[in-house]
């Protein structure tokens, strides 16, 4: 038998759009994945006709797109909607009344991609918690540690609604660093302009990574921190708040440092970094081998069991867990 699913992803060249890559590259031989992007007319049209019919399980990996799940219910009843849910608890409180509460009522199942959101919510019916991961084929180490100057990494939004440091913690940080005769490349953008204007080529960014000795997360909430991961897979120094992902694997001083969302704290941070560089560097690749999506850490695994169980038992039957607690053996 080979199942067949649907992943819905938003922009091509996006981080989610890489994302939905690594999880068909990854995918097992049961399994027949296509992916779709809703900003692209063509892969939109295939939500006004009968072609969801083929699938088993429609996983929506956008979950600020949840109004997806009314069309697949109209067009394929009978397929598991799956959608993901990428934040963390200190998310303004409204946006989680304007997209949590309507995820719950709209999908088969969530997949909270972050075990704090996960425990927050006390493990709703109908949940898990699989945290995204890192595809060790697209972002990895090009230039050792040893041969790289000192210059920090950042990219993100500077909507100060966003709250991802812009205008708290990197303008002020930027004369401190060239005080101290770091570089930095901040790859800024106003969120709600056109993404497609925005986008970067992960071969471009991959460089970037590669160009720096540390990648910095100076926001206020994540989900993933998708920088942090691709920064750390490629060897960069992890110079982070305790958000998000970096909650599961974030060791302070061990694989990467963590601050207190200040410029004078992240530029302590950083001094930190470069006297300690090629330790935290080994340490971060070391852990998101962990969390790569194809070996060794095989994280797609914990995707793909759940969607046989979907197809096979049906959502009401599997009961809410974490891949923290099953991570040596199959979900």
């Not at 304007?98 to 425990?119: A, H, K, M, T």
Request: charged share 25%; proline share 6%.
């Amino acid at each position: 038998m080979a199942y067949r699913l649907l992943i819905c992803a938003d922009v091509p060249g996006y981080a989610y759009h890489r994302r939905a890559l690594a999880l068909r590259k990854y995918s097992p031989d049961d399994f027949r994945v296509d992916v779709c992007y809703h900003s692209n007319a063509r892969d939109a049209e295939l939500f006004r006709n009968q072609q969801l019919a083929q699938y088993d399980v429609v996983f929506n990996i956008d979950y600020q797109s949840p109004g997806i799940g009314e069309r697949v219910r109209r067009a394929n009843p009978r397929a598991a909607f799956v959608l993901s849910h990428n934040r963390d608890s200190k998310s303004r409180l409204e946006n989680w009344k304007d997209s949590y509460e309507p995820i719950l009522r709209g999908r088969s199942f969530l997949i909270c991609n972050n075990q704090e959101v996960f425990d927050f919510h006390k493990r709703p019916p109908r949940s898990c918690c699989i945290s995204n991961g890192i595809d060790l084929d697209q972002w990895g180490i090009d230039t050792p540690m040893t041969d790289r100057k000192p210059r920090v990494f950042w990219a993100g939004g500077t909507n100060p609604k966003k709250e991802k440091g812009w205008q708290r913690v990197l303008e002020p940080l930027v004369p401190m660093l060239d005080e101290a005769g770091v570089g930095h490349r901040f790859h800024a953008f106003h969120n709600g302009m056109d993404y497609n204007k925005w986008v970067v080529p992960q071969e471009a960014m991959r460089r970037w990574y590669n160009e720096s000795f540390a990648v910095l997360c100076t926001s206020l909430h994540e989900g993933t921190p998708n920088t942090s991961l691709e920064g750390m897979a490629c060897g960069c120094c992890l110079v982070t708040t305790r958000i998000g992902n970096a909650r599961e694997f974030g060791l302070d001083g061990v694989n990467c440092v963590i601050c207190k969302r200040t410029p004078e704290s992240f530029m302590d941070g950083l001094n930190h970094a470069w006297m300690n560089r090629e330790r935290l560097s080994d340490a971060a690749v070391e852990t998101m081998m962990e969390w790569s999506y194809g070996p060794p850490g095989n994280r797609v695994s914990y995707f793909y069991s759940l969607f046989r169980r979907l197809v096979d038992d049906g959502p009401e039957k599997i009961k809410p867990f974490s891949y923290n607690e099953i991570r040596a053996t199959e979900v």
